[in-house]
């Protein structure tokens, strides 16, 4: 069954450094990729999306890569703030022969921003 | 993007009864999605809201427990229904763009006593 791996653990950066967060993925070749930020309580909200043919993209202090090969994106935060705390989720989506638009969650990663 | 709205926001409610939520979009989408949260786990995907057509469910979701209305494209309900403290979640509505981002209600918390 198809597979999305985040780290669980909480990764905690100090203010100003770059946040790199992994998502890999097993039994899966998703179209494309997107990442979201979600904060407690809150439903999650849309940062990136990146598609198979794309390797990088970049949003402001955002960047994501997609290794198709390797079936891992990497996510990072330049110049981290502590208002970039949150958890980070990764969602594979675009499968072949699926609904074209459906997303798998991983479990996230929560980012902890220190001054 | 398009613009999500929920409601409620929160809600408690008694074990045995049911819960609609309701979710409205600022503009007409094709792709409509349902997804329930639990307590410290992920997004899980609850069913496809087809406009016109009864609704798409995951494996773990069936329309007894979860019935679906989507009369037009800017509009949907869930329905929680016979509620245990197991359906203790956030419910989540999302819609797709043209191209493939999809976006998120603020959700609804729901906590069943």
């Known amino acids: 069954s198809q597979k999305i791996e985040q780290n669980s653990e909480a990764l905690n950066i100090q203010e100003g450094k770059t946040a790199t967060l992994t998502c890999n993925y097993t039994n899966y070749s998703p179209a494309y990729l997107q990442w979201y930020r979600q904060d407690p309580g809150r439903g999650p909200v849309f940062l990136l999306l990146?598609?198979?043919?794309?390797k990088e993209k970049r949003k402001e202090r955002l960047k994501v890569t997609f290794d198709t090969t390797l079936k891992q994106s990497l996510f990072h935060i330049t110049a981290s703030q502590p208002a970039d705390s949150a958890t980070y989720l990764c969602a594979p989506g675009g499968t072949m022969g699926g609904t074209a638009s459906k997303l798998t969650f991983g479990t996230g990663t929560r980012l902890q921003v220190t001054l | 993007s398009a613009v999500i709205s929920q409601k409620p926001s929160r809600d408690i409610c008694q074990r045995g009864t049911s819960l609609t939520i309701q979710c409205q979009v600022d503009?007409?989408?094709?792709?409509m999605f349902w997804y329930r949260q639990q307590p410290g786990q992920s997004l899980t995907l609850i069913a496809t809201?087809?406009?016109?057509?009864?609704?798409?469910?995951e494996s773990g979701f069936v329309i007894d427990k979860f019935p679906i209305s989507r009369p037009n494209l800017t509009f949907s309900t869930l329905t929680v229904s016979n509620m245990s403290p197991e359906d203790s979640s956030i419910y989540l509505c999302s819609v797709v763009s043209a191209n493939n981002e999809q976006f998120f209600g603020p959700g609804t918390r729901l906590t069943v006593l």
């Open positions: 503009s007409q989408v094709t792709m």
């Open positions: 990146i598609r198979e043919n794309e």
């Open positions: 809201a087809n406009q016109g057509s009864e609704a798409t469910y």
